[in-house]
């Protein structure tokens, strides 16, 4: 991996995790979705008034131009927005991990509403900040607050677009300039499809940069290196790599580091890794036990609770659907942990999200229970696995627990690596031997499968079994895939 790409992922990571992190999109981000670019957008613009769009540099000043052609009348301008940006358009793959990510914060110049349907197709409370008007209040409750700084295609009369918008911004948006600017100095911005030509983040950049001087956060900017066979010829490719080369150098001016990738694609990759290792912090216990056989009831309450206790001292996060029997062991060890740190937020560090046990909605309740796990399952990178058994609900036999074996499934079918503590009997022991008979196709990483075998020694000390827990989890957070 890339040293810039490593240490991007670390970075932002923890930005993530302490609520640090947010997120400047331009055009590029737009686009892969069916949007047009700018050029594309003012193609017929140009040529209404006999410029070629391809030989045009100055986007802002071709649209100017054209308001000034017709007498100050930018309808044109605005209905060709309203055509644009009104296609349907799917969400690409990058709005998709960026929406399930906990990035609070979305600074974007794009009219079209790809990020906050992204949002809401996770079921995310958003606040979309499109007028000044909008930044007086707040929405209670939010998941991410959305900043349209050159306006939204609900209000195409008002988007950002020609000479005079830009040169009136600070009188009639100068709120967003402020905000932007506390954002910069406060939070960690990733900028994805976003080109540095936009001349009110230029302004508000070089303010920083006087204010601060050496003192900067660092931000980052996915930007895609040139290529012999984008060009027509040699000169054209050598004067383009010397224009990138000057650009990223000047955009350290800024403490903006640029990652750059040999094409698009590349980012969707990174991002899945940030992912990735950000939600290996996340830890799925599963666990229910109606008979406790040889452990007997108190060493199974003892071993859950302690098991708990030993993820949270790790620095991992707990989420459990609080299971029958050591349900509320696994939440009281974790509860134990947390309340003894100081400035740490019981919500931060366990989600404990509980089955209904009855409906009277339109959902039946085995499928509520299935997208409640796969609810809980898609915010972790690891499941441990403990105990697992029911009572019949007509035999009254106790019986393995089909719905570990629901979350065994969906973990598989996520991806997220499942860590069975077989020792512990019933249904964990089954998914145990499943998981040592595909060792290489699930867990993937080969060196773990001795630590693997150890899980399912039942003649093994609870500490032992709880420590090697621990150790495999820390294995599977530095792992690089």
């Known amino acids: 991996m890339d040293r810039d ?56 000043a071709v649209a100017q131009y054209h308001v000034n052609e017709n007498g100050g009348n930018r309808g044109k301008i605005n209905q060709t927005l309203i055509d644009e940006f009104t296609k349907d358009a799917e969400i690409t793959d990058n709005h998709k991990i960026l929406s399930r990510l906990p990035i609070g914060t979305y600074w974007t110049t794009n009219y079209d509403t790809l990020i906050e349907e992204a949002l809401k197709n996770e079921e995310k409370r958003i606040d979309a900040k499109i007028t000044i008007e909008n930044l007086a209040h707040t929405k209670p409750n939010n998941d991410a607050i959305i900043y349209k700084m050159h306006g939204d295609i609900s209000l195409p009369h008002e988007a950002v677009l ?14 967003f300039t402020t905000a932007l600017q506390g954002d910069l100095v406060s939070k960690t911005l990733l900028f994805i499809g976003f080109s540095f030509d936009d001349p009110n983040l230029g302004y508000i950049l070089s303010r920083i940069r006087i204010l601060l001087e050496k003192n900067q956060r660092t ?20 004067y383009a790599e010397i224009q990138q080369t000057l650009k990223v150098n000047d955009l ?35 666990g229910s036990a109606s008979n406790y056989g040889s452990w007997g009831e108190r060493r199974c309450f003892e071993f859950s609770s302690n098991l708990s206790k030993a993820i949270i001292n790790n620095g991992n996060n707990i989420v459990t659907g609080f299971g029958i029997g050591v349900g509320s062991c696994v939440i009281s060890g974790a509860l134990e942990e947390v309340y003894k740190k100081r400035n740490q937020r019981v919500e931060d560090r366990l989600i404990s999200r509980p089955f209904p046990q009855n409906t009277t909605g339109k959902i039946p309740l085995k499928e509520l229970w299935t997208r409640h796990r796969n609810n809980m399952i898609q ?13 019949g609900d007509t035999s009254g036999e106790i019986i393995e627990a089909n719905g570990m074996i629901e ?11 499942p860590i069975p503590i077989g020792a512990t009997g019933f249904t964990a022991r089954k998914i145990w031997e499943a998981v040592m008979k595909d060792f290489e196709q699930i867990v993937l990483d080969t060196s773990l499968k001795g630590k693997y075998e150890l899980l399912g020694d039942e003649s093994q000390p609870d500490e032992v079994l709880i420590r090697n827990v621990i150790e495999i989890i820390n294995e599977l957070e530095k792992r690089k895939k």
């Open 252 to 286: 350290r001016r800024y403490s903006i580091k640029v990652l750059l990738v040999n094409q698009y694609e590349d980012i969707t990759a990174i991002l899945e890794k940030l992912e990735q290792q950000y939600k290996r912090r996340n830890i799925f216990v599963s």
């Open 379 to 391: 915010s972790v990178g690891i499941s441990v696995f403990i105990f697992g058994n029911k009572v």
């Open 162 to 175: 020609t000479k005079d918008d830009y040169e009136n911004y600070n009188s009639k948006r100068q709120l």
């Open 5 to 60: 790409v490593a240490e991007f992922l670390k970075t932002y990571k923890i930005a993530i995790e302490d609520s640090t992190a947010a997120i400047f999109a331009g055009a590029g981000l737009s686009k892969p979705a069916g949007f047009v670019n700018w050029k594309e957008l003012l193609r017929d613009i140009a040529s209404d008034i006999r410029l070629n769009i391809d030989v045009e540099y100055d986007l802002i």
């Open 219 to 238: 931000h980052y900017c996915f930007m895609k290196k040139v290529h012999r066979n984008d060009f027509k010829d040699e000169s054209e490719f050598q």
């Open 407 to 417: 979350e065994f499934e969906i973990s598989l079918r996520l991806g997220v690596i």
